[in-house]
């Protein structure tokens, strides 16, 4: 470990930064160190610039990844080297605000029939059940599945924040048989890692997205989808069922009600809830004979 990567991790760490962030910060300033050929502390504004514009033009990253790249650059040169950081110079870019991919619940009930393994399958009803993100899926433990109370304990999820969200009967079967297939019984994880699922680590990220691929791939969607749609439909289904808002914020963990009026654009109940003003007009070609 290099003296600069360790003290950026020190600081990190000294400020309770999640394991994800901190990852991909440290990702972050080593591509820019790399893109270069030079520490990292021996370069400026000019060559942040570039790299931001490369990151954009040359590499088609969104708006929102160069933004996370300039983060982790503002934080590297802020708080480790106590350097200064103009931000006038390096502005963040503009958001996109695109709506998320959504499926029908005929659509997730095919995605789900199509998982090629038991272990798959259940991943992919818990993503859709409990409607969380995948990183705080593959650390759900045993003890967070409490079925006397009909919930589940998600904890340490983006913020470090725990929720609880409710636990669907379909899913509590479905887990108690994947509870069974298990072989040797996990101490901790609910979805254990390795090859036949016995190891001492959680599962990663990137089995819950092969495993989202492989279903869609298989149910023959035409759709992007990933593991995170899988969340929007969770939210945008309740939403369409009749739930509040405020519920569905407080079931996502959202902070702010303003992340979750996302899906009152992906609702079909709401969607469907104003005529086109275009079925009002009486055009010529439309008109009976008689008139």
């Known amino acids: 470990m290099t003296r600069l990567r360790k003290m950026m991790l020190e600081e990190l760490q000294r400020r309770h930064f999640?394991?994800?962030?901190?990852?991909?910060?440290?990702?972050?300033?080593?591509?820019?160190?790399?893109?270069?050929?030079?520490s990292p502390d021996r370069l400026g504004p000019r060559h942040i610039r570039e790299y931001q514009a490369e990151l954009l033009t040359k590499r088609k990253l969104t708006a929102n990844t160069v933004a996370q790249r300039l983060a982790a650059l503002r934080f590297f040169y802020l708080k480790t080297l106590k350097k200064s950081w103009n931000i006038s110079e390096t502005p963040y870019p503009k958001k996109g605000h695109r709506l998320p991919t959504m499926l029908s619940p005929e659509e997730v009930a095919r995605l789900i029939d199509a998982a090629d393994t038991p272990y798959h399958r259940t991943l992919l009803m818990t993503l859709y059940g409990i409607g969380v993100r995948r990183a705080e899926l593959t650390h759900l433990k045993v003890t967070d599945i409490d079925s006397q109370r009909m919930v589940v304990h998600v904890q340490g999820g983006k913020g470090r924040k725990d929720r609880d969200v409710m636990l669907s009967p379909k899913l509590l079967q479905?887990?108690?048989?994947?509870?069974?297939?298990?072989?040797?019984?996990p101490s901790q994880w609910l979805f254990p890692g390795n090859?036949?699922?016995?190891?001492?680590?959680?599962?990663?990220?990137?089995?819950?997205?092969?495993?989202?691929?492989k279903a869609a791939q298989r149910?023959?969607?035409?759709?992007?989808?990933?593991?995170?749609?899988?969340?929007?439909?969770?939210?945008?289904?309740?939403?369409e069922q009749g739930?509040?808002?405020r519920t569905i914020q407080l079931l996502l963990g959202h902070n702010d009600l303003k992340e979750t009026t996302i899906y009152l654009h992906l609702s079909e109940r709401h969607l469907n809830a104003a005529t086109s003003p275009l079925d009002s007009l009486q055009r010529k070609d439309e008109l009976s004979p008689e008139e």
């Open 18 to 38: 999640s394991e994800n962030t901190i990852r991909c910060y440290i990702r972050s300033v080593e591509d820019f160190a790399r893109r270069f050929n030079c």
């Open 243 to 245: 739930a509040d808002l």
């Open 174 to 185: 479905e887990l108690r048989e994947h509870w069974r297939r298990l072989r040797p019984k």
């Open 219 to 239: 149910a023959g969607l035409q759709k992007p989808v990933h593991p995170h749609t899988l969340r929007h439909c969770f939210a945008t289904h309740l939403l």
């Open 195 to 213: 090859r036949y699922h016995s190891g001492d680590q959680p599962i990663s990220t990137k089995v819950v997205w092969q495993a989202c691929h």
